[in-house]
Structure formats: C-alpha cells, structure tokens
C-alpha cells in the first residue's frame, strides 16, 4: 500500500501545482470576461468584485491632479486668484474621477468613450440608445507586464490609449487602475 501511495503522490503533487499556474495564468482573462458579462448585465455586485474601487479611484485622482497641475500650474504661480481656481479645479476633476468609477463610466471607458474629455471641454462622448448593447474591451490588445501586473489597450475614439491595469493579489485579479493619456 505504502508503495502504491508513494507512486502517484508526486504525480498528485505536479497536478494540483500545474492547475493551480493555469489558474493564476488564466486568471486576467477570467477576470476580463467577467467584467464584460457584468457591464452587459449591467450587474454592479459582480462589477465590484472585479474592480478595486479605491485603487481605481485613487490612480485616477492621482492623474486629474496631474494633469491640472501640468496644463495650469505654472500659471497659478503668480496669483492667490489662480492657486484657488487650481483647487477649484482639482476638486471639480475629483467629481470627474467618481462619474468615471461607476459602472456605467468603466463601460463607457471600456468601449473608447472619454468622460475625461469634459475636463477639457469637448462634446460629451456618445451613448447608446436602448437597442444598442455595450462591447467593452472591442478590438482590444492584452499584455502580461508583469506576473501580477497585466495590461489591456484600447484606443478611444481620438485613437488615444486607454490601458486598463489588472493586478493580482493572491490568486485574485482585479482592476485596479485605468491609464488615460490626455
């Protein structure tokens, strides 16, 4: 008995190793395609399991004030006038940054439609009319980074690159920031 055990146990060992890597492997995609089942169910439970809402929220923010920063801050220099409209500004961004982090933003985001184009005062992005279903991800290019970072790009409708950031944690990918080039 002892050799019949002792004769599949590493074998037993290599299987549950190799499925455990296929998991971890496949996990962005799974993590993908649950994002897109949830945005065209329009689930946001499911959306919040797959999305890291504070992470999110946190990167985006951080690029508003970035580019306010870059695009006014040597102007607001000069003036206590202009540093307040900077404030100003950077808080407005924030409310940018939380229509972005919804379900119905990541879904536009996701399909190349900007919300933060308004920031800099162009037309809102279009939106669908109710016979239309949302394709997120549509014509997309995915990336592994890292073996806990993984990309997927796509172009908006100016041809810019949207990159949304899927990260592991454990076994468990989420998204968990989206890179927009102004």
Do not use: C
């Given at each position: 008995m002892?050799?019949t055990?002792?004769?599949?146990?590493p074998w037993a060992?290599?299987?549950v190793?190799?499925?455990?890597?296929g998991?971890?492997v496949a996990g962005?995609?799974l993590t993908i395609r649950?994002?897109?089942?949830?945005i065209?169910?329009?689930d946001?439970?499911?959306?919040?399991r797959q999305?890291?809402?504070?992470?999110?929220?946190?990167?985006?923010?951080?690029?508003?004030?970035?580019?306010?920063?870059?695009?006014?801050?040597?102007r607001?220099?000069?003036?206590?006038?202009?540093?307040?409209?900077?404030r100003?500004?950077s808080?407005?961004a924030?409310?940018?940054?939380d229509a972005?982090?919804t379900p119905?933003g990541l879904?536009?985001l996701m399909?190349?439609?900007?919300v933060?184009?308004r920031?800099e005062g162009?037309p809102?992005?279009?939106?669908?009319?109710?016979s239309?279903?949302?394709e997120p991800?549509?014509?997309?290019?995915?990336?592994?980074?890292?073996?806990s970072?993984?990309t997927?790009t796509i172009?908006?409708?100016r041809?810019?690159?949207?990159?949304f950031?899927l990260?592991?944690?454990?076994?468990h990918w989420?998204?968990?920031?989206?890179r927009i080039s102004?």
């Amino acid at each position: 008995m002892k050799r019949t055990r002792a004769r599949w146990l590493p074998w037993a060992v290599v299987a549950v190793l190799l499925a455990v890597l296929g998991y971890a492997v496949a996990g962005p995609w799974l993590t993908i395609r649950g994002i897109e089942q949830a945005i065209r169910n329009d689930d946001t439970r499911a959306l919040a399991r797959q999305v890291d809402f504070p992470a999110l929220r946190a990167n985006l923010r951080a690029q508003a004030d970035d580019h306010i920063a870059r695009q006014y801050g040597d102007r607001a220099q000069g003036s206590v006038f202009r540093r307040l409209g900077l404030r100003v500004a950077s808080g407005l961004a924030g409310g940018v940054v939380d229509a972005m982090a919804t379900p119905v933003g990541l879904a536009a985001l996701m399909e190349g439609r900007r919300v933060w184009s308004r920031l800099e005062g162009s037309p809102p992005a279009r939106s669908l009319d109710g016979s239309q279903h949302p394709e997120p991800f549509r014509d997309a290019r995915y990336r592994y980074e890292s073996t806990s970072r993984f990309t997927v790009t796509i172009d908006d409708e100016r041809g810019r690159p949207l990159v949304f950031v899927l990260t592991r944690k454990g076994l468990h990918w989420r998204l968990s920031d989206i890179r927009i080039s102004p």
